[in-house]
DNA sequence: CCTCCACCGGAAAGCCGGGTCA
DNA sequence: TGACCCGGCTTTCCGGTGGAGG
């Protein structure tokens, strides 16, 4: 038997995952009738050959900016084909598409323009656009998606965006800016700022009503019939409710959990998977902030784990101790105790441990705190860094080092 | 009630890589 | 091209402190 006829043939818990990816952007949006209305409003002068304000967008991640505004988009495209007007609609993701030249050249690309990958001048590209927009005539809606990414790195072309207009006449465009970031404004230019935020829609976080709302109709689509054990739902949305609001997580929580009941080859996705879910989610996620982190914060992490196999809970001292043996072992040089307490700072706000500041009286004030992460995962993780990997060759040593050092008073 | 520990955490300066501008 | 600037990371310096023990 051919090995994937196998594997087909056993788990049938979806009918279309992709569904409950971000990417997919569904026929209708629960709970934001108000928003897709309010945009709708302020969009249409472009059916009357008219040229909308700029519209800024702001809400947190989950909240449904992206896909409101790429459904309302796709409707505004129909409309003009119906109605026969030049309409377009652009989508720019500026975490990927993050210059001010390619900006401007994918727009320019969009209306068949040449423009190459890079090479020209960034003003040439600017006048090439309006080259291009000019002789077709068309009227354009820009979607800057994540645009606080494009602040840092291309100011410029914003301000040249919001100026386009002027300097057209058969054409013209206009600018959705969305973001996640509300501190973002502050670091604007005021007079892109007020350009881009003529007007502003704002989306709030869902509830737990309204996320299983959510959830409930792409579970429809994206599973089998009767294959959602009672409660999956509400819990999924209850859980993502708690954090933020963020549909997102939702959705990720329910295409985890029912992934591992896939590969537990079970025919129902059940409560019991919806919690192993939220643990996998939280350790991938952990793994993940731990691999990124500097060395110098792996070998601080490196020797708690150390110490927490003899004791649960360390201060600053007996952590700094041990790092510096770690560091010499690895052949870097240690960072000062002074930073050290800032990289401890720094893990704790990341969730990695739990720090308290407390006074030991005559023997004085220090921090007190513990690892919050699975110390083996954690150690896994740690060990993935080529830098670190000699340390396991001095284990035994090491080990022994840390548990003296505890002792030392 | 005072001392004094062992560190906290603010301020400021130095270092470094990358970007900018003439 | 080199002078210059910027922001992030790190060190240096140092005043501050809660409470056990005297």
Known sequence: ????????????????????????????????????????????????????????????????????????????????????????????????VDTAYRV???????????????????????????????????????????????VKKAEEALYGLTRINSELEKSSICLIGIS?????????????????????????????????????????????????????IQLCAAIAAQEHGDARKALDLLRVSAEIAERERD???????VKKAVRKIETDYMIETVRTLPVHSKILLYSMSLISENTPKFTTGEVYCVYKKLCNKVGINPLTQRRISDLISELDMLGVLNSVVISKGRYGRTREMKLE????????????????????KFEGELKKFANLNLFQF
């Open 1 to 96: 038997m051919n090995i994937f006829e196998n594997i087909l043939s056993s788990a049938t818990i979806f009918k279309n995952r992709d569904v409950l990816r971000h990417s997919y952007t569904p026929e209708k949006l629960p709970h934001r009738e108000e928003q897709i209305n309010q945009l709708a409003l302020l969009l249409s002068p472009m059916l009357r050959g008219g040229t909308p304000s700029n519209i800024f967008i702001y809400g947190k991640t989950g909240t449904g900016k992206t896909a409101t505004v790429l459904f309302v988009g796709r409707q505004l495209e129909e409309a003009s084909k119906k109605a026969r007007l030049n309409v377009a609609v652009h989508y720019i993701n500026c975490e990927i």
């Open 104 to 150: 401007l050249a994918s727009l320019a690309r969009k209306f068949g323009s040449n423009v190459p990958m890079t090479g020209w001048p960034t003003d040439q590209v600017y006048d090439e656009v309006k080259k291009v927009l000019e002789r077709r005539g068309a009227r354009v809606l820009v979607i800057l998606d994540e645009i606080d990414k494009l």
């Open 180 to 232: 996640n970031n509300l501190k973002f404004k502050e670091y604007l230019d005021a007079r892109v700022l007020s350009s881009l935020s003529e007007e502003e829609i704002v989306f709030p976080p869902y509830n737990a009503e309204q996320l299983e709302d959510i959830l409930q109709q792409r579970a429809k689509l994206a599973f089998e019939d009767g294959v959602l054990e009672e409660g999956v």
């Open 267 to 273: 025919s129902m996705v059940r409560v019991e998977h």
């Open 373 to 392: 992460a699975d110390r083996k995962t954690l150690r896994k993780a740690l060990e993935e860094d080529y830098r670190l990997q000699n340390l396991r």
